[in-house]
């Protein structure tokens, strides 16, 4: 059985005689959108039975409900949900219509696999957030394919999107921001009601400090840079940082002493509450703001050591903000970790703190940072990574580090059950800075590590050996082969081929496993042969010189075969723009450079 995430209990029983499902009747006492839900899901009218004291669905000959009550352990799981399946059909059980709506991922996916034994299985999550970072800088999918990605989310019992759209976020009120790839707001109705029914809240993110950057490369907003000088740094030591000249990114910031940007940003923040009504809360960002005080009027006015203090005044500012539109106020912690008690003690407490460490070797940081936010009264969301930035190596520009992410989720689910935690969610990174970067539209090869933390954030005790075993049953219908996912070689290339080949569901995510592997094994000789280059014009002796275009020719050849491919998997689900952005920064300077 290989259901994600693994339930709770389950008990298994004698094999069933097959039936034929198609004469099966289906009762229930769900109404509304549940109703429309079931019906929709077996292509047949569901006929609705008298009250018991909690949500049902049977699937039987005859209608004979003979439980009374839930097992003790459900009455306070609002998630939770019984299914139990004997010679006389099947039973889902809950408190709530959103657990009945989990017990039935749990049938479906019983059913998708053919399983034919009686069981019962008794099951709750240990976390009540389990969400998926939903982020669009770099390529936003088509909105047909967002809502499938909607679907497949809830189908793993997610219940939470952290939305960062940037750009493709139809502001109206703010004007000259909106790219022309952007959602309408029709599309952004439809994707939040979609969800919504489906027990999934939004949590929309709106920067409001560092991270503008798709806000402040445009020329209207320079003023309200932080940083307003574009010298180079042409001195010793130059720059030692790889991406940028400052810190960070010198268009990252708003400069917290202009009130001209917090006209702005109240209104941006304005238009997210509008446009997401039945979302509680609203995240304003607020991390990685590295070039604060950079200014002279923030000199001036904070101080040439005033970080703290102007973090906390701009912080409350916009909290406060997102309170009066009845709305809770969610930032990012990092630049809260060298705070003191009494700065703490000076923040907003109606904040929402979300935590996020994604690397290996932070869970002893995790714990030293929970405890110093739990001690400050603050409630506490956790974030880990299923893709982020792994360095400046190109290894992981397209796979994501599956080795690390998967120790990242681990240990924030060991840090879930150790602290009280809202919950947990699983973020997806375009890439190590904002807009200005190579785009990374490629989100589908995030799917195992992604749903290795469905996996861990419902049930934390869940076994972390045997899940490859269970993604690769569950999530593309293929037994027998294993350490398919890791870093990129011929042998992982190999692997994810044959499940390309083999595959009985999503062979769009395996060609995608299988192009990107080869996509970043092309990356990695391209590197090696440009650093050779050199060759071909130092009057290197013929012999030698050729085995430098015998290299070119190959890398040429690669080139050749993967362009198309990925050109093509990509237009699937993205428009135009987003696919040629794509391709070009994989392979323009290849082309134009790399050739004999
Ligand atoms: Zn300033």
């Given at each position: 059985?290989n259901i994600?995430?693994?339930?709770k209990n389950?008990t298994?029983g ?6 034929k499902?198609?004469?099966k ?9 549940m ?12 006929l609705q039975?008298?009250e ?6 049977q ?5 004979s409900?003979e439980m009374e009550?839930?097992p003790e ?12 399946a ?14 009945l709506?989990y ?5 479906l996916?019983?059913?998708e696999?053919?399983w034919?034994?009686?069981?019962e299985i008794?099951?709750?999550?240990d ?7 939903f982020?669009s800088?770099?390529?936003?999918p088509?909105?047909?394919r967002?809502i499938?990605?909607i679907?497949?989310?809830?189908k793993y019992?997610f219940n ?7 750009d493709k976020f ?6 000259g921001?909106t790219?022309?790839?952007?959602l309408n707001k ?20 709106q920067q409001?400090l560092?991270?503008v950057?798709?806000i ?5 907003y320079y003023?309200m ?18 991406i940028?000249s400052?810190s ?5 910031e708003?400069?917290p002493s202009n ?9 941006m923040?304005?238009e997210?509450a509008?446009k997401?009504?039945s979302?509680?809360y ?5 991390d990685?703001a590295?070039?604060l005080?950079n ?7 904070y101080?040439?050591?005033g970080?703290h203090?102007v ?5 409350n ?9 009845d ?6 912690d990092d630049?809260l970790?060298?705070?003191s ?5 000076l923040?907003d407490k ?5 935590c ?5 070797g932070?869970?002893?940081?995790g714990?030293?940072?929970?405890t110093?936010y739990?001690?400050s ?7 880990s ?6 360095g400046?190596s190109?290894?992981?520009l ?13 240990d ?11 919950g ?9 800075t904002?807009t200005?970067a190579?785009p990374?539209p ?11 933390s469905?996996?861990?954030?419902w ?6 050996q045997e899940?490859?075993?269970r ?5 593309f219908?293929v037994e027998g ?9 011929e042998e ?5 081929s044959?499940?390309?080949?083999n ?6 995510i ?7 592997s080869l996509l970043s094994i092309?990356?990695q000789k391209s590197m090696?042969?440009y650093r050779e280059m050199?060759?071909l014009y130092?009057?290197?002796?013929e012999?030698?010189?050729a085995?430098?275009?015998?290299k070119v020719?190959?890398?040429e050849?690669?080139?050749?075969y993967?362009k198309?491919?990925i050109?093509?998997?990509?237009s ?5 723009a ?7 920064s ?10 004999i």
């Open positions: 059985m994600i995430p693994r339930p389950i298994e004698q094999t069933l005689q097959k039936g499902p198609s004469e009747k289906i009762y229930t006492n769900a109404d509304g959108f109703l429309e839900y079931v019906t929709g899901l077996f292509s047949r009218d569901v039975e008298e018991a004291p909690f949500f049902f669905l699937i039987s000959d005859g209608f409900l009550h839930l352990i459900l009455q306070d799981k609002e998630e939770g949900y019984l299914l139990k004997d010679a006389k059909g099947i039973v889902i059980a809950a408190r709530s219509s959103k657990g709506f017990g039935i991922q749990t049938f996916q019983l059913k696999q053919g034919e034994r009686g069981l008794i099951d709750w999550p976390n009540d957030i389990r969400g998926y970072h982020e800088r770099f390529g936003i088509k909105f047909e967002i499938e990605i679907e497949e989310l809830c019992k939470t999107i952290l939305m960062e759209l940037e139809p502001y109206e009120e703010v004007k921001i790219s022309p790839n952007a029709e599309q952004l109705k439809e994707i939040i009601r979609y969800a919504n029914d489906r027990y999934i809240e939004i949590i929309p993110l409001t560092g991270h950057e798709y402040l490369k445009k020329d209207d003023p840079r932080e940083v307003r000088s574009d010298a180079v740094n042409s001195e010793l030591p130059f720059s030692f940082n790889p940028g400052l960070f990114n010198e268009i990252d708003f400069c009130e001209e940007a917090y006209e702005l940003i109240e209104k923040c304005r997210m509008e997401y009504p979302s509680k609203i995240h304003i960002g607020c990685e590295w070039n005080i200014c002279e009027l923030c000199k001036a006015r101080g040439e050591q970080f203090k973090f906390l005044e701009h912080t500012r916009v909290a406060r903000v997102i309170t009066s539109l709305k809770t106020p969610v930032i990012w630049m970790r060298g705070f008690e009494e700065e703490f003690e923040l109606n904040i929402v703190i979300m996020w460490l994604y690397y290996n932070d869970l002893d940081r714990i030293s940072l929970l110093k739990r001690e009264g603050f409630r506490v969301i956790g974030a990574s299923a893709k982020c930035c792994e400046m190109s290894d992981y397209d796979m994501p580090n599956i080795k690390d992410r998967l120790i990242n989720i681990n924030w689910s060991e840090l879930s059950a150790k602290f009280d935690l809202m947990v969610l699983t973020t997806v990174w375009s890439n190590y904002g200005i190579p990374h490629f989100f589908d090869t995030i799917w195992y590590p992604l749903l290795y469905a996996d861990k954030y049930n934390t005790a869940s076994d972390s899940f490859e075993k993604f690769l049953e569950n999530f219908g082969v294993e350490n398919c996912f890791g870093n990129e070689s992982i290339y190999e692997k994810t044959f499940l390309t080949e595959c009985k569901r999503n062979k769009y395996a060609e995608v496993y299988k192009f990107t092309y990356r090696a042969t050199y060759k130092d009057g290197t002796p012999r030698e010189k085995i430098v275009v015998r020719k190959e890398l050849t690669m080139r050749e993967l198309p491919e050109s093509r998997l990509l699937i689900n993205f428009n135009e987003d696919t040629k952005e794509f391709v070009n994989r392979f323009l300077m290849d082309e134009m450079v790399i050739r």
